[in-house]
């Protein structure tokens, strides 16, 4: 044996020493070292007047100190929409961004699973050894990464135990894999909640837009509005995202003036007309009446269609489902779906960065 070849012997035995060292898990070992695929859905159309939230939030996501942010605010006031321009911002600054709708995830097995889902990029039977694949998959990614989780209520809202449990699985990942924050979206605020468990934590409420952010979402939505008209829209939808949208698809639709359709919309609504003359009501009564009067214009086939979808318990529901609870022809009932969409009364949905889902929006199913 030449001393070359000695050499080499030496060398390959003791790294062969030094690897039985150090356990390895199989799923780090066979995890793609690579950045898995980034997946957020597309800025949702006409965000106005939240660029200050997006920075401060953007802010303390990719801050050293903060590994969890979370934005709470009413039904319609556009948390979702935030989010994901949060999400589009921080990937600009070079973070890959992972997009979860929680709706109807009510169990942090059932999170496990869906962030598993999405990093893994396979479906798992949950196991003893998930939480340890999980924090394997998260810690062994060659970079920071910030994880949206939408519409998490119902891991805080359901039983102190899932959401003790749900605290307990961040504060895991948080001390085993520095390289992950995230952003949550609820209705209730998780200041309390989350303030006493994580030191770093920032929460950001979302109110209703100032007026003159809302005056411009009008003005997009309905461009041949003046300003007094779009200052008009804004006072009877209370500065809320979703109603505004609401009413400025119904004035184009109607192709009628702004002044002439709430001339209009308020002769046939006793109520609405009350709510013109009232600046201070309340927003859950002025989003009731806009709807029921909104309601009313719809044809029969989408008010059926609507009613129909509503009754969806989990929220969320797939094209083929809500195909089959509308019932009648398949493509009418396709037609009446988008047709729904395009007027904001049901909401595209990403699960899983790979499902797509429709979601009647809270709001609305609150008034239903």
Not at 156 to 166: D, K, P
Not at 203 to 212: C, F, I, Q, Y
Not at 298 to 312: D, I, N, T
């Amino acid at each position: 044996m030449t001393w070359c070849q000695f050499g080499a012997a030496v060398s390959a035995s003791y790294v062969q020493h030094v690897l039985k060292r150090f356990y390895i898990p199989d799923e780090v070992q066979v995890f793609d070292k690579s950045v898995p695929k980034p997946c957020l859905p597309p800025m949702v159309p006409h965000f106005i007047g939240r660029q200050h939230k997006v920075e401060e939030i953007s802010r303390a996501l990719t801050s050293t100190s903060a590994q969890v942010v979370s934005v709470s605010g009413p039904p319609g006031f556009g948390k979702t929409s935030l989010a994901i321009a949060v999400g589009h911002h921080v990937r600009q600054l070079g973070l890959p961004v992972y997009f979860l709708s929680l709706r109807s995830v009510k169990t942090t097995e059932e999170l496990i699973s869906d962030l598993l889902n999405t990093f893994a990029h396979t479906s798992s039977d949950l196991t003893g050894r998930e939480r340890s694949k999980l924090f394997g998959l998260l810690s062994a990614i060659p970079s920071n990464i910030c994880v949206i989780l939408d519409n998490a209520d119902d891991l805080f809202e359901s039983s102190g135990e899932t959401s003790q449990h749900v605290l307990n699985l961040l504060e895991k990942i948080f001390s085993r894999c520095k390289n992950v924050s995230f952003l949550l979206t609820t209705r209730i605020s998780l200041q309390l909640v989350l303030g006493r468990k994580f030191a770093g934590h920032t929460s950001v409420g979302v109110a209703s837009l100032e007026r003159k952010s809302s005056q411009m979402l009008v003005q997009e939505l309905v461009p041949a509005g003046d300003e007094s008209e779009c200052c008009r829209v804004a006072e009877v939808c209370g500065d809320v995202p979703l109603a505004m949208k609401l009413l400025c698809g119904q004035i184009v639709d109607e192709k009628k003036s702004i002044s002439q359709f709430l001339d209009n919309f308020s002769r046939s609504s006793k109520k609405l007309a009350d709510l013109l003359d009232d600046p201070d009501a309340p927003n859950d009564q002025r989003l009731k009446v806009l709807f029921e009067s909104y309601f009313k214009r719809l044809s029969p086939e989408e008010q059926e269609a609507f009613v129909c979808l509503s009754v969806f318990v989990s929220e969320v529901f797939d094209e083929q489902a809500a195909v089959y609870v509308i019932g009648g022809d398949k493509d009418t009932a396709k037609k009446t779906l988008l047709r729904l969409k395009r007027k904001s009364l049901v909401e595209a949905n990403e699960r899983n960065c790979s499902r797509s889902t429709k979601a009647v929006p809270e709001l609305l199913r609150q008034i239903v």
